[in-house]
């Protein structure tokens, strides 16, 4: 059985030592710019956690409980489960847009849905959109009492809710009601057993449904049939599923023991075992597959968050192993006289076998498995699942192969060979095996023979002694060979050979010093292919190369390995390893690229940052650090950086390596002049860098003022310049506010008069005030998002709305309404506000019913003072006895004063307006605009332009969702 997904040797990536608030965290998701987000119950976090942005965000939402976390187009959308839901602009780290506890109360997860955005709540489901959220399920309406909603899901083409605690899935029908899905199923002749509605959490993937519950989960195919999995409760345990994702094509499940917050285990579904038994590990909450990575990210209750790389291999826990194998399609496990066998291509199904010898080494020749024992040789094939004793190995204490031939040495003779198939006996060589080393490599077998040097077997069985200027006499506890580079270990020292198998040469180059060159880096194990040598630190697998006789270093390839108790090297062979980490073995691919080429965004504005290549002139001893910067949580925490010092003088080149999570010194540099280059190589060859320089005491102290007069002056300027930016938003914001102010207020008029016409019976009139009604909202909508519209339009506009206007009052007064203006004005040439005109007009009109004037006058002015100033005039009649009771300003009016008064600050370029308005010599109300224009009607023409171009873009391509 495989129970479980997860390592208990397995360390924290982020925790509260990583500035994490809380080790309890619920969620993470990687945000396109390669920074992480953590959804804590303390808040939100983020790393890298340099960015003012982010810090912005971390701040506005505090140390409220964060319960899931949602990024799409520039938006991160935060859930707490007190204070609802906050959608943020990443790149500003502004609030966009908040949904308290009242509308949004105890949001328990989002769900991604056909495009759409939907939040679980307790109030039921939401469906989040640019122009708001909308209810889709309404718990109290369609759930029992005392039921809430946990999870939903889109399946046949239907939207579903889990219902807790009762076992019900509703289903949606056509006409948007909701139905219980098992009554459907009864109506098709379906016997239900309403606990395989599992109804804590769901996940669709590969056309079925996972349904997790408690201590089981349930996977639903289209059909609504039900295959039912158990994880057994041995000690009480309350298995509780979290939540479900997918890897590489395996299904994963996050699992916490609710008797027990320290508990839970990451769950591995297999379809073909149907009974679990789980380990005893970290509580997880969420799984988030890595987006850069070839990992997933786990979140936990207890330990922060976990980052599992490459997830495979994992061992059940009842399986107690004292050694492990691994070959290339082999998993071995040995414990006293019971070995258990895997095979990594096939299903994650162990075979038992009972052989009663104890096993050394394993080989793997034509898929077949070669057991070394200390009495025999045993053969394991894998397709009838059978073991057989071969020769008796008794004699031999080093077994290795090259191509279909096995190699054994005895310990105080010869070297054998054995062709499995072929030869019923090992065939003994005249070649010595008295070796305390031996490596396969090349098509060669090497060794090395105590007290006497390096040989080696080629695929033709033909012995070769190595001659060189080396000392090989000694003794050796390790040497690797890549390609020409041979590296021999001889005690703590290791020195490097150029090896030639045509001549069956060693020419010693140097030695190799790693304890400079990787300071704080501890290699506890180094091995080789024919790509490089690769260093092994526990947390990494670095590959490179040697040159310059050894005194540099060549980094080729770099893999994050994530952080581990157990360290334990298992396998080499190419690009592919395996690694010990106790109760899992971690197989890595290192050929395989684990994220694309990704380049940071540092600041307001997109700008790369690239390879730090400069020359220094050192005029005293130096000492200096570099700090890694950028946006990617890989790359600044996770990544080895290489620094290259060249001395110009005489060529000499040191180089050394740091991880970016790390500071690194670098002590007393000689004087001269230095070529200094950082880089970082990545398993994608792309050779890229974000990093500081600092400098310590060579800079003159006149050098360091002006330095950081000039520092202050750029930050500065950056901060006026974003305060700029973000009062020209809020601005914008109250603008829109107060323009849409307009359209409730005119309708509510509207619609009183319709009311008022169909109560006394005046269906017709009623009609003609709605076609009208409808053309001018049609009109208002079309101009909602335009800060600025032509004058022509907004006169059409006045003139459909008078016409309304005498609709409305045809039974109370009969005013003359008439608009004067010049026969040479080009009014298609002035832009003012939309609907600026209209509530002016309705004052006039009120004015005109509260008048003793039989037909009073409303007249409209268009006319310009000079060539750069219009000036708008509004003037109707006015009786003396009614001057008092008109004294005030009206809503309306108010609107007007405030919305020129913003567009003046927003435009202070473009026009500057004045708006006055009263009465005048105790007869006449009066209204005055002027708009002085600072462009000609060209360029404010173009100017729109522009400003709609923009508007439009923002829809199209920046549109918030």
């Not at 922060?304 to 050694?323: N, S, Y």
């Not at 031939?405 to 019923?424: M, S, T, V």
């Not at 077998?445 to 040989?455: D, E």
């Amino acid at each position: 059985m495989l129970s479980s997904a997860q390592s208990g040797q397995q360390l924290a990536e982020i925790s509260v030592s990583d500035g994490l608030p809380t080790n309890s965290s619920r969620k993470l998701i990687e945000l396109g710019t390669g920074s992480v987000a953590v959804a804590t119950d303390a808040g939100l976090f983020f790393l890298p956690n340099n960015q003012s942005n982010l810090k912005r965000i971390s701040k506005q939402i505090g140390i409220q409980r964060c319960v899931d976390l949602y990024e799409e187009k520039g938006l991160l959308y935060v859930a707490t489960y007190t204070d609802g839901l906050s959608v943020f602009e990443i790149i500003t780290g502004n609030l966009i847009i908040h949904y308290g506890k009242s509308e949004l109360p105890k949001i328990r997860r989002f769900r991604k849905i056909n495009q759409s955005l939907y939040a679980v709540a307790r109030t039921g489901i939401w469906r989040i959109t640019q122009s708001g959220i909308f209810n889709v399920f309404d718990a109290k309406l369609w759930m029992l009492p005392g039921n809430k909603p946990m999870d939903v899901f889109y399946y046949n083409q239907k939207l579903h809710v889990l219902s807790y605690p009762e076992h019900i899935i509703y289903e949606q029908q056509p006409n948007y009601t909701w139905a219980n899905l098992s009554n459907s199923l009864q109506k098709m002749g379906r016997e239900i057993n309403t606990f395989d509605f599992a109804n804590l959490v769901s996940f669709v993937h590969d056309n079925k449904v996972f349904l997790g519950s408690v201590n089981y989960y349930m996977v639903m195919d289209s059909s609504y049939h039900f295959q039912k999995y158990e994880l057994l409760p041995k000690h009480n345990e309350s298995w509780a599923f979290s939540d479900f994702s997918v890897h590489n094509g395996t299904v994963y499940g996050a699992v916490t023991n609710t008797n027990d917050v320290e508990d839970g285990v990451l769950h591995i579904h297999d379809p073909k075992i149907h009974t679990y038994s789980p380990p005893h590990h970290n509580p997880i909450w969420s799984i988030t597959p890595s987006r850069f990575k070839d990992a997933i990210w786990l979140s936990t209750e207890n330990q922060g968050v976990l980052l599992l790389h490459q997830p495979k291999g994992f061992i059940p826990a009842e399986f107690v192993f004292d050694r492990k194998f691994v070959t290339e399609n082999f998993l071995v496990g040995l414990h006293d006289d019971n070995i258990k066998i895997q095979t990594q291509t096939g299903p994650q199904i162990w075979t038992s076998l009972l052989i009663h010898d104890r096993i050394r080494s394993v080989l793997e020749i034509n898929n077949k498995l070669y057991l070394f024992g200390a009495d025999y040789l045993w053969i394991y094939n894998p397709v009838n699942n059978k073991t057989l004793q071969s020769i008796r190995s008794s004699g031999y204490q080093w077994m290795t192969s090259i191509g279909q031939a096995i190699y054994f040495f005895e310990p105080y003779g010869k070297i054998c060979i054995f062709n499995p198939g072929k030869d019923k006996l090992p065939r003994k060589t005249k070649v010595d095996a008295i070796s305390d080393a031996v490596v396969s490599q090349n098509n060669h077998i090497i060794f090395h023979k105590r007290g006497k040097g390096f040989g080696c077997i080629d695929s033709s069985e033909k012995y070769h002694a190595f001659n060189g200027n080396g000392i090989f006499d000694k003794y050796t506890s390790q040497f690797q060979v890549s390609g020409n580079q041979f590296l021999v270990q001889s005690g703590n020292a290791l020195e490097l050979y150029e090896i030639n198998f045509n001549k069956y040469t060693l020419q010693f180059k140097g030695r190799v010093n790693l304890t400079f060159p990787f300071l704080n880096i501890q290699i506890l194990k180094i091995t080789a292919s024919e790509i490089g040598f690769h260093l092994f630190t526990g947390d990494y697998i670095f590959t490179v190369n040697f040159f310059h006789n050894g005194k540099q270093i060549e980094l080729l390839q770099q893999q994050y390995l994530g952080r581990w108790n157990t360290n334990l090297w298992l396998y080499t062979d190419g690009n592919q390893f395996a690694i010990d980490r106790g109760d899992a073995i971690q197989f890595i691919n290192q050929s395989k690229k684990t994220y694309p080429e990704f380049r940071p965004f540092y600041g307001h504005d997109d700008i790369s940052l690239f390879p730090l290549d400069g020359i220094l002139n050192i005029n005293q001893n130096i000492n200096f650090k570099l700090i890694t910067v950028g946006s990617n949580y890989f790359d600044v925490h996770r990544s080895l950086y290489e620094v290259a010092i060249r001395n110009l003088g005489n060529g000499a080149t040191e180089n050394l390596f740091f991880t970016g999570n790390q500071y690194r010194w670098i002590n007393g540099i000689d004087l001269g002049r230095y070529q200094l280059t950082v880089s970082s190589q990545s398993t994608t060859s792309s050779n890229l860098v974000w990093s500081i320089l600092i400098f310590y005491q060579a800079l003159p102290f006149w050098f360091i003022v002006l330095f950081f007069i000039v520092l202050l002056f750029i930050y500065f300027n950056f901060q006026l310049k974003m305060q700029g930016s973000l009062n020209r938003r809020i601005l914008i914001l109250q603008l829109k506010t107060l323009q849409n102010n307009f359209n409730p207020h005119f309708i509510y008029n509207c619609m009183s008069l319709i009311q008022s016409l169909i109560i006394g019976d005046e269906q017709k009139k009623a009609l003609e005030v709605t076609a009208k009604l409808a053309k001018l909202n049609r009109a208002f909508l079309e101009n909602l998002n335009n800060e600025l519209i032509s004058l022509q339009n907004e006169i059409t506009f006045i003139k459909e709305y008078v016409e309304m206007e005498r609709m409305r009052f045809e039974s109370d007064i009969d005013f003359r309404f008439t608009i004067h203006i010049p026969k040479n004005f080009d009014i298609k040439s002035w832009q003012i506000p939309p609907m600026i005109l209209q509530p002016l007009i309705e004052n006039s009109i009120k004015h005109g019913l509260l008048s003793d004037v039989k037909t009073p006058n409303i007249d409209l002015y268009i006319h310009l003072k000079d060539t750069q100033i219009l000036e708008i005039r509004i003037e109707n009649s006015c009786s003396k006895s009614r001057i008092k009771v008109n004294k005030g300003i009206g809503i309306g009016i108010k609107l007007v004063a405030d919305r020129l008064s913003l567009l003046s600050e927003l435009h202070p370029g473009l026009f500057r307006t004045t708006f006055t308005s009263g009465i005048e010599n105790n007869n006449k109300y009066v209204a005055r605009i002027a708009i002085e224009r600072f462009m000609t009607p060209t360029e404010s023409l173009q100017f729109m332009n522009q400003l709609k171009r923009q508007t439009l873009n923002k829809k199209m391509g920046g549109g918030k969702s």
